[in-house]
Structure formats: structure tokens, C-alpha cells
């Protein structure tokens, strides 16, 4: 089954204990993309990545890292997570194919972060 | 800057017709898309629009103006399980980026 995965689900955490939430596709998508979703703002992209070793900054970076070594994985680091990172997090993907064509993207299930 | 705008809240009757609105103003336009969300799970994708006009999906349609900044997704024959969040997304750049722009959402309540 074509799936972007997600984990954990659910963090309860305490301000600057470093984390890592995973995410992983199996669509074999070039393109991949972190979102924070906050009521009232939608969702806003974090940091998004083209192909392997390819990353940028979204709208909201800010406490935020990323890497991409391998197709399937973009993992989201938080080095020192303090409570305004408190949010939904959606991880997404789609095929590199250009932008001229349907290309829509595929979210995983969300991670509910809270940081005390 | 970049601006999309949807109404934040809207219900509906089971049964009926509604019609949910998006206006935008970005600095680029390739292309605007329709998510729907319920509550606490992930967007799942309803339509796509790049050039002027209808595209109909079963009881889904999206209307799309280049020239106005603005489109409209219908949704008809309305039923209980359509409630969720409706989130309009324009994809603004060009190249090899799919970076999208989302509006706040529409949160739609059917009612009996």
C-alpha cells in the first residue's frame, strides 16, 4: 500500500530534550515536505527537500532541522524543542515530475507534540 | 506577500448544495489544489485546478479564476461524513519545487 508513515504518533515532552520524529515514503517520491499545523495560522511548511541531500527552508525553520540521505526518509530534529514547537506535525511527499502537472501531495498520519 | 483566504466556518443540510470559497494573492501562480481534513487526521487530497474553469469529480467540483485570484469548491448532494475541515492550497513557484500555500481552512458542519 502507497503510504507516507509517521512516528511517533504521539510526544509529550519536556523543553530541551532533543527529539526526532521519522517519516517515510514508499512511492519512491523525490519530493519531501514538513508541516506544522496550529489553529487559526493552517498549515505552514517547515523544511522541505527536492531529492537526497537536497533541503531548504520553509516559511517557519526556526528550531527546526532536517537531513535527507536517503530517498524514503526525512526525519524532522528538534535540538532543544521548547513549547511554542508544541503543534500537529504532517509529513508529505509527491513525485518530482515538474510542476506543470497534477502532483499532488500525499501526508502522513501527523505527530501531536506537546513540549512542557 | 502571499494571502489566501477562505471562510472559517460554514454548515450545510444533509442533502444539499454548498459551496466553499477561496480567494488568493500570491506572487506566483502553477496551480491550486483542495484538501480535505477531518479532525486529527491527515489532508487527503479532492481536486486540482491550473487553467479557468470547472472540473468535476463525481460530487465534488472546483472552479478555478486565474484572472480573479479565486476559486470555489462544491460539494453536492451533501452527507454527514463530508464535516471536516476543507483547505485550499496554491502552489505558487515554478522549477522543480511543489512547495504549496495553504489557506487557514474551512471548517464545514452538515447537519440532519
Known amino acids: 500500500e502507497a503510504q507516507v508513515t509517521q512516528n511517533p504518533r504521539y510526544l509529550i515532552t519536556v523543553t530541551g530534550k532533543k527529539l526526532t520524529v521519522t517519516c517515510s515514503q514508499n512511492?519512491?517520491?523525490?519530493?519531501m515536505s514538513w508541516y506544522r499545523q496550529d489553529p487559526g495560522l493552517g498549515l505552514r511548511q517547515i523544511y522541505y527537500?527536492?531529492?537526497?541531500?537536497?533541503?531548504d527552508k520553509g516559511d517557519v525553520p526556526e528550531g527546526y532541522k532536517v537531513s535527507r540521505k536517503e530517498k524514503r526518509n526525512f526525519p524532522l530534529i528538534l535540538e532543544s524543542p521548547s513549547p511554542n514547537q508544541t503543534s500537529l506535525y504532517f509529513c508529505?511527499?509527491?513525485?518530482?515530475?515538474?510542476?506543470?502537472?497534477?502532483?499532488?501531495?500525499?501526508f502522513g498520519p501527523g505527530t501531536r507534540l506537546t513540549v512542557l | 506577500g502571499q494571502n489566501i483566504d477562505q471562510p472559517t466556518e460554514m454548515t450545510a443540510t444533509e442533502g444539499a448544495i454548498v459551496q466553499i470559497n477561496c480567494t488568493y494573492q500570491?506572487?506566483?501562480?502553477?496551480?491550486l489544489f483542495w484538501y480535505q481534513q477531518h479532525a486529527g487526521e491527515a489532508p487527503t487530497f479532492l481536486s486540482y485546478?491550473?487553467?479557468?474553469g470547472l472540473e468535476e469529480k463525481g460530487r465534488f467540483s472546483s472552479f478555478l479564476s486565474r484572472s480573479k485570484g479565486y476559486s470555489y469548491l462544491l460539494l453536492k448532494e451533501l452527507q454527514m461524513k463530508d464535516s471536516a475541515s476543507y483547505l485550499c492550497?496554491?502552489?505558487?513557484?515554478?522549477?522543480?519545487?511543489?512547495?504549496?500555500?495553504f489557506g487557514t481552512g474551512t471548517l464545514l458542519a452538515v447537519q440532519p
Open positions: 508529505a511527499s509527491s513525485s518530482g515530475e515538474g510542476t506543470s502537472s497534477y502532483n499532488e501531495q500525499f
Open positions: 527537500s527536492m531529492n537526497v541531500e537536497v533541503t
Open positions: 492550497a496554491v502552489r505558487a513557484y515554478g522549477g522543480a519545487t511543489n512547495k504549496l500555500i
Open positions: 485546478n491550473v487553467l479557468d
Open positions: 500570491t506572487s506566483g501562480f502553477n496551480g
Open positions: 512511492m519512491n517520491h523525490e519530493y
